[in-house]
């Protein structure tokens, strides 16, 4: 199908969004009047210059307060739309959006709306304008499709027809079934946008909070494919309002909008039981394959995951990094090309069933692919690099042999920790919508409902990406871009079955656990009610806990090292969080 976008969507003047939208690949766009507007350009040179791009300009957006008025102010209303159509004819669209009356009705009749519309149909004729008329969710009196397809319907005029807004009808809970039940050729255009779930006016809710579908809380893959069903062939465009998008690179935006129709034309296929999605099919992860660490100088990495009873397996037979290996566990520390740079982490590598399939999808995306140095004989890993920069490697399977490239270390799979249990990436918050988006369409894994937590420098906004099962955890968190400690921390936790047992080991190693306040254990012990000699363990030992009514975590933290740290992480029984409620007194005792 045909995609599209409004400039609403993206940043910079209106040449520079038109230029983006095209070299990301966008069929066409929705001209947001405000941009044309502030343009130095004339319409004529817009023309030109999309059709030198290869886009169609497939909306003029929007048009407001002309139903529902008196007759003086519909007199008004189809001089400004003669005006405009003027505009639109010089431009080259060919279909206006016209809004539901949020400002100036007085009248509540669907016949006087509809005989209004109709007159508007007349006069736009004339100009070979086509009008598609919108409920917004805050419409005075018409504020569902429903009662807008009414309205379309009566007007009965072959200009007149709707436009239908996955927003105003989601974002109200209206059923969108009844979409089937419209004419295809009376939907004259589909604008699509995700939200999170928030309780707040819809108005300000739409303005500030839309999101690319994939990124909120809407069933967007069933809405659409009832759009699809009714047998709407025009273009899927993208109107989302957003702070951040607005004032983010808008190349990188561009890209990462198409990313999103990519995926939910894709899921709308599926919904609709078409055998064949648009991307290749993917299964999710499997597991961790591994998790890399880079600095200058990995030593007192090193030093830590000896502590916590890692074994080193070896080192790369030519390249400057080592494997160290604890059960399932194996930490990558890598020094190739780190100068200057203190431990970070840099790779997650993901088992997958079928890592050229991973990365075919991953390229169908528009994922930066990552390339780095291979050497005769050694086994290549397919890998993407994330919005964050973290680079993600698809292995397992066939491509585990790159174990075996590592020499020289003990074959010993080390002590008590058992395997990765989530790794835990911070996100710069103009990038953390995109992350979503990219875990969920590029990996498959299932984006959970976020959630905040207080922290010492501000409220930390995190989002858990998982996949069934939950043996691939990534939550990710928006932390304060950049603060006097440099930039966020990232860490890695590790499973066990006895935190207390790997804790005082490792103590009698030399580690230096977190130091975790008294003030926590007295919190503890009147909030979950644990025994006294419980408390005195956890206590002496800096474990901190919780519980549920599905099991309970047990989890203690190392001293960071350069901008990561390590956690270990005791589950018992069915428990599947983090111990949200325990992070700020993990923050607060970092920061200090
Ligand atoms: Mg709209
Ligand atoms: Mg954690």
Not at 45 to 60: K, P, T
Not at 434 to 441: I, P
Not at 532 to 550: G, N, V
């Amino acid at each position: 199908m045909r995609r599209s976008i409004a400039t609403v969507c993206l940043s910079g003047s209106l040449v520079a969004k038109m230029h983006a939208a095209a070299a990301a690949g966008f069929d066409g766009i929705e001209v947001f009047e405000p941009d044309l507007v502030a343009s130095e350009l004339s319409p004529e040179e817009i023309r030109a210059l999309a059709a030198r791009l290869g886009l169609s300009l497939d909306l003029y957006q929007p048009f407001r307060d002309i139903e529902g008025v008196t007759d003086e102010l519909f007199r008004d209303g189809l001089r400004r739309a003669e005006a405009k159509f003027v505009v639109m004819n010089r431009l080259g669209v060919d279909t206006m959006l016209v809004c539901s009356n949020a400002g100036t009705a007085t009248i509540d009749s669907d016949e006087v709306s509809a005989a209004q519309l109709r007159e508007l149909g007349d006069l736009a004729a004339r100009y070979g304008v086509r009008l598609a008329f919108e409920a917004l969710a805050w419409g005075r009196y018409v504020d569902d499709y429903r009662r807008s397809w009414n309205i379309v319907e009566l007007a009965d005029h072959p200009q007149v027809g709707l436009c239908l807004d996955s927003f105003h009808i989601l974002s109200r809970g209206h059923d969108p079934a009844a979409i089937e039940q419209i004419p295809a050729e009376k939907i004259f255009f589909l604008q699509l946008a995700d939200a999170p779930a928030l309780s707040m006016d819809v108005l300000s809710w739409s303005r500030h909070h839309r999101l690319f579908p994939g990124e909120g809380s809407f069933d967007l893959p069933a809405f659409l494919a009832h759009v699809l069903r009714a047998g709407y062939t025009g273009p899927l465009s993208l109107e989302v309002f957003n702070d951040t998008f607005r004032q983010t690179d808008v190349g990188r935006t561009a890209v990462h909008a198409l990313r999103s129709l990519l995926w939910l034309e894709d899921q709308a296929r599926r919904a609709m039981g078409d055998a064949g999605g648009l991307l290749t099919d993917i299964e999710p992860p499997t597991g961790f394959d591994f998790v890399e660490v880079k600095a200058e100088d990995t030593g007192p990495v090193e030093v830590v995951l000896g502590q916590l009873g890692f074994a080193f397996r070896g080192r790369h037979r030519s390249k400057p990094v080592n494997l160290w290996t604890s059960g399932d566990a194996r930490i990558v520390l890598n020094e190739q090309q780190a100068r200057d740079a203190l431990p970070h982490l840099s790779a997650v590598g993901l088992r997958v069933d079928d890592d050229a399939a991973a990365a075919r999808r991953g390229a169908e995306l528009m994922a930066p692919a990552v390339h780095r140095r291979t050497y005769a004989s050694e086994v290549p890993l397919e890998a993407v690099e994330a919005p964050d920069g973290t680079e993600i490697f698809f292995g397992g399977g066939s491509t585990s042999g790159w174990v075996e490239e590592f020499r020289g270390g003990s074959g010993a799979s080390g002590g008590l920790v058992l395997g990765v249990d989530h790794v835990n990436l911070a996100q710069p918050w103009q990038y953390f919508d995109e992350a979503v988006l990219f875990y969920t369409s590029v990996l498959a894994l299932d984006a959970q409902t976020g959630v905040e937590v207080a922290g010492p420098r501000g409220l930390v906004r995190s989002r858990v990406m998982s996949s069934p099962g939950s043996a691939v955890r990534l939550p990710l968190n928006v932390v304060p871009p950049v603060d006097e400690h440099g930039p966020a921390s990232q860490h890695i936790a590790l499973v066990c079955s006895d935190v207390r047992q790997v804790v005082r080991e490792a103590r009698a190693r030399g580690l230096a656990v977190l130091p975790v306040p008294t003030n926590y254990y007295d919190d503890l012990q009147a909030r979950l009610g644990i025994d006294a000699e419980l408390r005195r363990e956890l206590e002496q030992l800096d474990i901190l806990y919780d519980r549920d009514a599905d099991g309970e975590y047990f989890n203690a933290y190392t001293q960071t090292i350069g901008h990561v740290f390590f956690e270990i992480v005791e589950r018992r029984g069915g428990y599947g969080g983090y111990g949200a409620t325990n992070a700020p007194v993990r923050m607060a005792a970092q920061q200090r």
